[in-house]
């Protein structure tokens, strides 16, 4: 079977209403080549699911969304996301604000076909104090109360991997998958952007099998696009772009996003996206962070 | 330890202070959530807790700390174990860790927040980072914070606009726990030192730092504190710390850490 696809054949399947997950972690690793496209598209009214950073924050700018399901919106140099913030201090957005870990959960808890996980995070808090929508039960097992974090079932997940062969099988060569494989396996139909193709027999190796971290099964389409975590990482291609993300900053911040939009996003091609910040070769030269 | 010195920042003060409550914890994940914080695990690891075990802020735990300044690549650093984030909930959930983080508001019941300031739920007037790990840390292992700037503003008078971590709150206390459940334990700003070993888990002071005075540290918080009986000056660092603090720190980022970098001791 092969499942490769140009990101506009991909992201097609995305239809307004419809609830997202998008892979990664704050600045690290997000499909924004496919964020890009989304952008690109006709689609509102979503709910997204993230470890929230850029992506988040660019399609709350863009219009696209109507709830988010969030921990943190975060660029972690930048500690507030402004797009984000914009959408959030202009009540233009609805949220669940959960845990971390209770997002892990809720995505454990869709990825396994059940209802909820029965967990203490959240209690005490304004996170169960302020959204009806998390329940909290009576265990049969003790005399406690216990937050049921309830699963986080979506209609798509968007997830950047390293390598993909043209069937589905994803390596993320990244110090960390994040919870990546839980929104693959979370999600009704999950799109695989990756910045290398290879052949299936790369995978023969044990190590890089083990860099493997969910069946091709739950993957349904790949898209080929080198540099397409940019500006995030694709640890250990090229690290994050703190240029861009200020510049993208800035322009939210001076109320300019629309202008942002118009040279990087609408009408134009991911090559020409790529032209606009330097070119692949810059964005393959980013360095990694160092911490 | 050996004697203290005679010439430090208020930041070093700090680091010093701060480094106290990992001293006693055993084998448990130190995780400091900014650099002075941080600063301060790394140097608990490094003198009176070597047991600690500490992250590359990414996916691994290292058997030495990185220093906190002037890193340029992780690669050579001192792997021990594989620690991504997912494995960072697993052990948080055992309770195997004591993380020193710093909200932008604390409330007399040690409840904290990150999330937003003012406005409503659905529209807040300023968004801040969201709850993040607060909830599950919270109610999972101890924690204590790091205040750079002691004033109403983070220790507020009525309730945290968002309580992101639970507290000493009989109100919010959840079916089947006592407030003896809740591991709320040092907090450490640039006044003093506190815990929350007063009456019915009371905000206390537990020290001063060197020319500070109670009437200070009480204009500069929103709600009543305790004292502890026979109240003292924080211990100074001693050579060795400051010498050990420098090496964790090569590039001096302690310095730019609090406005005008302040000397420790502060008696006229």
Redesign the interface.
């Known amino acids: 079977m092969n499942k490769l696809q140009t990101a506009a054949e991909a992201i097609a399947s995305i239809k307004s209403g419809m609830t997202i997950g998008i892979g990664g972690?704050g600045p690290r690793r997000k499909p924004m080549a496919l964020v890009r496209e989304l952008m690109r598209s006709d689609v509102t009214d979503l709910t997204v699911v993230a470890y929230g950073g850029a992506d988040v924050g660019m399609l709350c700018a863009a219009g696209k969304v109507r709830k988010v399901v969030?921990?943190?919106?975060?660029l972690d140099f930048m500690?507030?996301e402004p797009g984000?913030?914009v959408a959030?201090?202009?009540?233009a957005i609805?949220?669940l604000?959960?845990?971390?870990?209770?997002m892990?959960q809720g995505l454990r808890a869709a990825s396994w076909r059940i209802p909820f996980i029965p967990t203490?995070?959240?209690?005490?808090?304004?996170?169960v104090?302020?959204n009806p929508e998390l329940k909290?039960i009576?265990s049969p097992y003790?005399?406690?109360?216990w937050v049921a974090m309830p699963a986080l079932n979506m209609d798509v997940a968007l997830i950047h991997a390293t390598r993909c062969d043209e069937r589905g099988v994803c390596e993320v060569a990244s110090?960390?998958?994040?919870?990546d494989d839980l929104f693959a396996r979370a999600a009704k139909h999950t799109i695989v952007s990756c910045d290398e193709v290879v052949a299936t027999e790369h995978f023969a190796d044990p190590a890089v099998a083990r860099s493997v971290f969910w069946e091709r099964c739950h993957t349904q389409s790949v898209v080929h696009i080198p540099g397409g975590a940019h500006p995030s990482s694709s640890d250990p291609l090229y690290g994050f772009d703190v240029k861009h993300f200020k510049a993208y900053g800035e322009a939210v911040g001076a109320g300019e996003f629309d202008a942002y939009l118009d040279v990087h996003v609408r009408g134009k091609t991911e090559d020409e996206y790529q032209a606009a910040v330097g070119g692949l070769g810059t964005i393959q030269a980013l360095p990694?962070p160092?911490? | 330890m050996s004697e203290a010195a005679s010439s430090y920042s208020l930041a070093e003060l700090m680091v010093v202070a701060a480094s106290r409550v990992f001293d006693n914890e055993g084998e448990v994940l130190a995780t400091g959530i900014g650099l002075l914080p941080r600063l301060a695990a790394s140097l608990a690891m490094s003198t009176t807790n070597p047991d600690l075990m500490m992250t590359d802020s990414q996916s691994y735990l290292l058997s030495k700390p990185n220093p906190v300044s002037g890193m340029k690549s992780h690669a050579g650093q001192a792997n021990e174990t594989w620690l991504g984030f997912r494995a960072v909930f697993d052990n948080l959930w055992s309770g195997k860790r004591h993380a020193m983080v710093g909200p932008s508001q604390i409330d007399r019941f040690g409840q904290a927040n990150i999330s937003a300031l003012g406005g409503t739920y659905q529209q807040p007037k300023v968004q801040l980072l969201g709850v993040r790990g607060f909830p599950g840390n919270s109610i999972s292992h101890g924690n204590s914070f790091f205040v750079p700037k002691h004033s109403t503003r983070v220790f507020v008078e009525g309730e945290c606009d968002v309580v992101g971590s639970i507290g000493y709150n009989p109100d919010r206390l959840p079916k089947g726990y006592s407030l003896d459940d809740i591991d709320v334990r040092t907090v450490i700003t640039d006044l003093c030192v506190m815990d929350f070993n007063g009456p019915n888990h009371q905000m206390r002071i537990v020290s001063l730092h060197p020319g500070v005075t109670e009437q200070e540290v009480r204009d500069n918080t929103g709600f009543e504190l305790a004292v502890i009986d026979n109240l003292g000056v924080t211990p100074a660092p001693s050579d060795e710390q400051l010498a050990i603090i420098a090496e964790l720190d090569p590039l001096d980022a302690r310095a730019k850490q609090l406005k005008d970098n302040p000397p420790g001791d502060r008696r006229g």
């Open positions: 972690w969030f921990a943190f919106v975060s500690p507030l984000f913030r959030r201090q202009s009540g609805e949220v604000e959960i845990d971390e870990g209770m892990l203490n995070v959240g209690l005490g808090t304004d996170v104090a302020r909290v009576d003790d005399e406690k109360e110090p960390d998958v994040y919870m990694l160092a911490y």
